[in-house]
């Protein structure tokens, strides 16, 4: 009869723990429904407690097993003598069932709030820093944290990490050495990424030659596109040690150079405003120039067999360069025909006496 009381007792206990479980749980269910309901935008505090509902009812559900099991380990030594010598082995699973909830509660936590925050926050700010970085601690921090779960559940389980550590820094070792040129390649492109100096769509010229338009800047390598409309992979290790040309950094905009000469003969101040004219002219008749930087002329040097000037324009881009320039040319040549201003072909002056002890000169 005695026996049966105790039972009975543990038996409504249980009940009562149960019953409270689920209505705790349904409770936290509503709570959190009525939270995301008010939360019309995507905040980030509808993004962490829409993460914690399955992780919280994976706990209480843990917690009103182990709770139930300690009312009927209790009821009676004689009756339940064979549980009791998993007590302890119950509460270690029980810590280590807590632990698995924490480690994934913050994994996850972790995880949507660093994607929340790229997806809402990181487009707004100034620097592009954390647009490149944060897509890194993403991928890195589920992994760490889950590492550590593991170390301090094994730990709580009685078994010495010790013996697990030592294996890891070995193992470890032994895996970096095996991938050297990967690590080299992921850390150069860690460099290459946070440093900002690439972004999609520059124009590009490393110093081995190689140039192109960036396709995009991964953790192994960067994909540029040549002019020849070809694929060209560069490894990140081998971007971080190269000299790199940015033709799109500051700005897209390039100066056109052309460079030319005029006969000794010629009146340089014509020269001057003729080739000014025209470079004033094309800049503003072209949509690939820009307006609002002047051009810029300049005798350069005493040549053999002209007088060396340069001219400055602008263009939008890279790509521009080649048409403005082929265009200036062009108009350059024109306006020198009409003008009569000779650009000389190479002149060699041969001076030597004739037999009458007179100089002739030839060209």
């Known amino acids: ?132 970085l944060l897509p890194i601690v993403r991928r890195i921090l589920p992994l760490a944290i889950y590492s550590v ?13 010790s013996p697990i550590l030592a294996g890891l820094g070995i193992g470890g070792l032994a895996v970096a050495l095996a991938v050297q ?19 999609p769509g520059d124009f590009i010229e490393l110093d081995d030659g190689n140039s192109g338009y960036v396709e995009s800047v991964g953790w192994r390598s960067t994909k540029i596109r040549s002019i020849y409309n070809n694929l060209v992979i560069i490894p990140n290790s ?32 014509n020269v001057e405003m003729f080739v000014l004219e025209e470079a004033t002219a094309l800049i503003n008749e072209s949509n690939l120039s820009i307006k609002h930087v002047p051009p810029f002329f300049g005798f350069s040097n005493f040549g053999d067999s002209n007088i060396d000037f340069f001219v400055y324009i602008q263009a939008i881009d890279r790509l521009s360069t080649f048409t403005l320039k082929s265009e200036l040319i062009k108009r350059i040549h024109e306006r020198f025909d009409r003008e009569n201003i000779d650009i000389n072909y190479p002149v060699r002056k041969i001076i030597s006496d004739s037999p009458n002890n007179s100089i002739d000169i030839l060209k």
């Open 1 to 132: 009869m005695i026996i049966s009381e105790s039972l009975l007792r543990a038996s409504i206990t249980v009940a009562i723990i149960i019953g409270l479980s689920v209505f705790i749980a349904l409770l936290l269910l509503f709570i959190i429904r009525t939270i995301i309901k008010k939360q019309t935008d995507n905040s980030l505090i509808t993004v962490i407690v829409r993460e914690c509902r399955l992780p919280l009812i994976f706990v209480i559900l843990l917690t009103c097993i182990y709770s139930s099991y300690l009312v009927i380990i209790t009821t009676d030594d004689q009756l339940v003598q064979p549980l009791m010598e998993t007590r302890v082995f119950a509460k270690n699973i029980w810590q280590v069932g807590l632990i698995i909830f924490f480690t994934t509660l913050l994994a996850r936590v972790g995880d949507r709030s660093i994607f929340w925050y790229v997806v809402n926050i990181s487009k707004k700010t100034a620097t592009k820093l954390d647009d490149n």
């Open 149 to 161: 779960g593991f170390l301090v559940s094994v730990d709580n389980l009685g078994i010495s990490v």
């Open 181 to 199: 040129p990967t690590l080299s390649n992921f850390f150069a492109g860690t460099f290459v990424v946070t440093d900002g100096g690439l972004r």
């Open 238 to 269: 081998k971007m971080a040690d190269s000299v790199v040309t940015n033709y799109y950094s500051p700005t897209p905009a390039m100066n056109v150079l052309v460079e030319c000469g005029v006969s000794y003969e010629s009146n340089l101040k």
